[in-house]
């Protein structure tokens, strides 16, 4: 388990990743959904006699 050096030292942006490298440095990578919210579906409701 790691632990925290230095609380925010960058700035996050909706839809992206931040990882550590091999050599420590912060890496930003655009995440594959890119942070949207997901569409729902409208259940057709039953129809009444």
């Given amino acids: 388990m790691g632990r925290i050096v ?3 030292v ?5 839809g992206h990743l931040y990882y550590v490298d091999g ?3 912060v890496c930003e990578a655009k ?10 579906k ?3 409701g039953k129809k009444r006699r």
């Fill in 31 to 40: 995440m594959s959904r890119g942070g949207k919210k997901k569409k729902t």
């Fill in 10 to 14: 960058i700035t996050r942006k909706p």
């Fill in 23 to 25: 050599q420590g440095n």
């Fill in 6 to 8: 230095v609380h925010k």
């Fill in 42 to 44: 409208k259940k057709a």
